[in-house]
């Protein structure tokens, strides 16, 4: 990429940074009359597209060398390392490959249900022996194999059953004794237990949601352009929204343990691609979908089984169509990309996952022959003058690439023009914007509540696995005081109301950073960086106490709770107030508001003078009794406390907190007090650490009494139903189970209902540990 960059004149490099959006297909037109003309292009398109040359495709004696590395572990009773080289030998072994006129990948999976049955695997074992039997439908050792977990599994009339077709189709003598050996103790085990008739569902569970029945409607606004708006009253905690992407993506961190089509942790009996040696699944289901059918599964003819009853015919053909036919009609996400150097390693995820729009875009104009005006739809060049001019010349770029790769697979169907690069560039640049972060659930916590490495020590984020683009949930706006929150489960994109939202009120999720949680100027700063718009949401353009407080600094004078700024959060205040006599205009629907949002008595105990005099806002003045401070003399103060706090910090780490370390933050704190304003976001961080060090020196209340201070700050700087407050009462709440104080059942009530605002019932899917708390709660009862 940069070499081609490298390569383009710099007259053509200019013209494309200075482009308007109106000369966006000339400056793709000259652009791509440039590549035309160039060798290296050419050469770059042949290696993306030519599966001769391809990094990623299948590899016989690889697969091979893997299979006997799994067989010496198997031997030695290694079966871990078992495990992974015949998963490798699943991923690298073509599908038509032969093994001793067996079919190698039918062969693998057998050898690896082995393994999974020896590690205890039983679910991921029955898997494996199902997807030898779709391979090699007469493969008389997964049936026997698949016997075998049925029995341990106690399901012993499908074991039966297993056995039986295994009998029919082993030819050798031994391995018939062998077959029947197992079926009498089938039989017995059958006579003596009975069946319980349960079926095993070998794959994943159903989805049981409840409906979203909210009214949303798209309306264009003055400031942010389209938005979403509740037709109805919406009360707090509803689902408003559930959504699956129209495309997605798995970042590159995370390819060897996701799955590359949901993004749930990968299984031990993780599947493949069935074209290239690349992506990786947890399920039948999951490949299919991001890959399709590649070969034919279906039953061609039962010779050979005469004699086989018609309930046996069923059953087979049950066991290999499993549960991985698709109730709707989909189109398989990745399989334009298996040829040629692997897209997904060598392009970056954002133009693979244009890609993946593209081919959304065509196929189903294929199936439909329908005119679809996605592209249109996604058009969002109202923020092409706001980007780098670097940026501009890289999406140009990788349109053209994009394009030319596409057109190795549908030609005619896709003609490469100025106005179609500026077309995908403008996907491209959608991204940017639209790029939704897919989160999996945390990993599952063990052990009780209060041991060290869980609520407090830990992190209970979500990690982001993916990117995703949602049609419909691309057109909620951001504000930094958001009134609905965006979480996933798998890649589902949910959307729930954390407020009562009032009819004809605009729904808005925040991309970033909050009100409480960053400063105003960093939040805008951010949005800018990352999204290329400057907000204008009710955050940004109204005073309100976290960003007056946040970063303020303490009234010299004793008992005074003013706020006193420095210049540089002054001047954004101040800027607030400047929008204020337009403030009717933008917020039209509710003027009222404004005026009680101005007379908040929060806002007047820390800034009076803002709301009475004049709007008035010095800078290095108390905002209510005017008093002065000198910030250079408390900079050097805080600048002292900074150090010990970093030490605190590095400490906490290592888990190396010493009583001396201890003392001097305290100290430092202390310090902090009396330079920072009360409600000031570094006290209650201070104070955060000064709790997890007390907990892990084991000074328990000490480390209580920290933790609620630290809620009393954030109480100031974020409603007291925020999730920010969940994340430290659930610190809170351990430390007070740890000790036995009562007070912990009021804390995990309040946890649950405030997750429960931002995660509806999934609350405690996505974090396992609320639990693992609630379960404390309930041991705590049955006591009494
Ligand atoms: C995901 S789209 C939302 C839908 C968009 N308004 C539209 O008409 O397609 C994000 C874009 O909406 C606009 N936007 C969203 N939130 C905004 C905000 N708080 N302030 C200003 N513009 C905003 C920006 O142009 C941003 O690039």
């Known amino acids: 990429m940069e070499i081609l960059k490298s390569a383009v004149p710099d007259a053509l490099k200019l013209e494309i940074s200075n482009s308007t959006p109106a000369q966006l297909p000339s400056t793709s037109s000259s652009l791509l009359h440039f590549f035309h003309h160039s060798p290296l292009f050419h050469q770059m398109i042949k290696d993306l597209t030519d599966p001769s040359v391809a990094l990623c495709c299948k590899d016989r004696s690889a697969a091979l060398e893997a299979k006997l590395k799994g067989n010496e572990c198997f031997s030695k009773g290694d079966y871990p390392n078992a495990l992974l080289f015949y998963s490798q030998a699943v991923r690298l072994a073509p599908v038509d490959m032969d093994d001793v006129e067996i079919n190698m990948v039918a062969l693998l999976y057998v050898n690896r249900a082995s393994t999974l049955q020896k590690m205890g695997l039983l679910l991921e074992c029955l898997r494996d022996c199902s997807r030898a039997l779709r391979v090699s439908p007469r493969y008389a050792k997964a049936w026997f194999r698949r016997g075998k977990a049925n029995i341990s599994l106690g399901k012993f009339v499908d074991a039966i059953r297993d056995l039986n077709i295994s009998l029919k189709v082993e030819i050798s003598s031994s391995g018939k004794r062998q077959i029947e050996a197992?079926?009498?103790?089938?039989?017995?085990?059958?006579?003596?237990?009975?069946?319980?008739?349960?079926?095993?569902?070998?794959?994943?569970?159903?989805?049981?949601?409840?409906?979203?029945?909210?009214?949303?409607?798209?309306?264009?606004?003055?400031?942010?352009?389209?938005?979403?708006?509740c037709v109805d009253d919406v009360s707090e905690a509803s689902l408003v929204h559930k959504e699956d992407p129209y495309a997605a993506i798995i970042l590159k961190k995370y390819r060897e343990t996701h799955c590359h089509?949901?993004?749930?942790?990968?299984?031990?009996?993780?599947?493949?691609?069935?074209?290239?040696?690349?992506?990786?699944?947890?399920?039948?289901?999951?490949?299919?979908?991001?890959?399709?059918?590649?070969?034919?599964?279906?039953?061609?003819?039962?010779?050979?089984?005469?004699?086989?009853?018609?309930?046996?015919?069923?059953?087979?053909?049950?066991?290999?169509?499993?549960?991985?036919?698709?109730?709707?009609?989909?189109?398989?996400?990745?399989?334009?990309?298996?040829?040629?150097?692997?897209?997904?390693?060598?392009?970056?995820?954002?133009?693979?996952?244009?890609g993946r729009i593209l081919v959304k875009v065509i196929e189903q104009k294929r199936r439909t022959s329908a005119d679809s005006n996605l592209i249109e739809f996604l058009d969002l060049s109202h923020n092409y003058l706001q980007l780098p001019p670097e940026s501009k010349l890289g999406m140009h770029i990788y349109s053209i690439i994009l394009l030319h790769c596409l057109q190795h697979l549908y030609r005619t169907?896709?003609?490469?023009?100025?106005?179609?690069?500026?077309?995908?560039?403008?996907?491209?640049?959608?991204?940017?914007?639209?790029?939704?972060?897919?989160?999996?659930?945390?990993?599952?916590?063990?052990?009780?509540?209060?041991?060290?490495?869980?609520?407090?020590?830990?992190?209970?984020?979500?990690?982001?696995?993916?990117?995703?683009?949602?049609?419909?949930?691309?057109?909620?706006?951001?504000?930094?005081?958001?009134?609905?929150?965006?979480?996933?489960?798998s890649r589902t994109l949910y959307v729930q109301s954390t407020e009562y939202i009032i009819a004809g009120t605009e729904l808005e999720l925040s991309y970033g950073p909050q009100?409480?949680?960053?400063?105003?100027?960093?939040?805008?700063?951010?949005?800018?960086?990352?999204?290329?718009?400057?907000?204008?949401?009710?955050?940004?353009?109204?005073?309100?106490?976290?960003?007056?407080?946040?970063?303020?600094?303490?009234?010299?004078?004793?008992?005074?709770?003013?706020?006193?700024?420095?210049?540089?959060v002054a001047g954004c205040e101040k800027r607030k107030l400047k929008l204020l006599p337009d403030a009717s205009t933008v917020y039209c629907s509710s003027p009222h508001k404004k005026v009680e949002k101005l007379n908040d008595a929060n806002i007047s105990e820390v800034a009076r003078h803002v709301l009475e005099s004049d709007y008035k806002l010095e800078p290095q003045h108390c905002l209510v009794c005017d008093s002065y401070r000198d910030l250079e003399a408390s900079c050097a103060a805080a600048s002292q406390a900074d150090s010990c706090y970093k030490r605190l910090q590095d400490a906490i780490a290592l888990n190396e907190v010493q009583s001396n370390f201890l003392l001097d933050a305290v100290r430092c704190t202390d310090l902090l007090r009396t330079v920072f304003h009360p409600y000031n976001k570094r006290i209650a961080e201070m104070e955060d650490h000064l709790a997890q060090a007390f907990y892990l020196v084991g000074e328990l209340q000490a480390a209580i009494d920290h933790c609620k201070a630290s809620i009393q700050i954030l109480e100031k700087l974020y409603d007291a139903n925020h999730i920010a407050i969940g994340n430290e009462l659930i610190k809170l709440a351990s430390l007070q189970i740890l000790t036995g104080n009562s007070a912990a059942s009021n804390s995990i009530s309040r946890i649950t209902a405030i997750f429960s605002r931002y995660y509806g019932s999934h609350a405690d899917d996505i974090y396992p540990y609320l639990r693992l708390l609630k379960g404390s709660q309930d041991a705590d009862k049955s006591h009494i």
């Open 413 to 489: 169907e896709l003609p490469i023009s100025g106005i179609m690069v500026s077309k995908a560039r403008s996907i491209l640049q959608k991204f940017l914007v639209l790029n939704v972060e897919v989160t999996s659930a945390t990993p599952e916590v063990k052990g009780p509540v209060h041991e060290p490495g869980n609520a407090l020590t830990s992190s209970l984020e979500q990690v982001k696995v993916g990117q995703a683009v949602y049609v419909a949930g691309s057109f909620f706006n951001h504000s930094c005081q958001p009134n609905i929150h965006a979480y996933f489960l």
């Open 261 to 354: 089509f949901c993004f749930n942790e990968l299984p031990a009996d993780v599947i493949s691609c069935t074209s290239c040696s690349i992506p990786l699944y947890c399920s039948d289901r999951c490949q299919i979908q991001a890959v399709g059918r590649k070969f034919d599964w279906s039953f061609k003819s039962f010779n050979g089984l005469e004699g086989l009853a018609d309930d046996l015919k069923n059953y087979m053909a049950d066991v290999r169509a499993g549960t991985s036919t698709l109730d709707t009609v989909h189109i398989a996400e990745h399989s334009h990309e298996c040829q040629g150097f692997h897209w997904p390693l060598i392009l970056p995820s954002e133009v693979v996952l244009a």
């Open 182 to 229: 197992e079926l009498m103790i089938a039989l017995d085990k059958f006579k003596g237990m009975g069946s319980s008739g349960k079926k095993i569902n070998e794959n994943q569970s159903e989805d049981c949601d409840e409906p979203v029945q909210v009214k949303l409607q798209c309306v264009s606004t003055t400031t942010k352009g389209r938005g979403v708006f």
């Open 515 to 568: 009100v409480g949680q960053w400063d105003c100027k960093d939040r805008q700063r951010l949005l800018e960086d990352r999204y290329s718009f400057t907000c204008q949401c009710t955050g940004c353009s109204e005073l309100n106490v976290p960003d007056l407080v946040i970063n303020a600094y303490r009234c010299t004078k004793l008992n005074c709770l003013g706020v006193i700024l420095d210049r540089t």
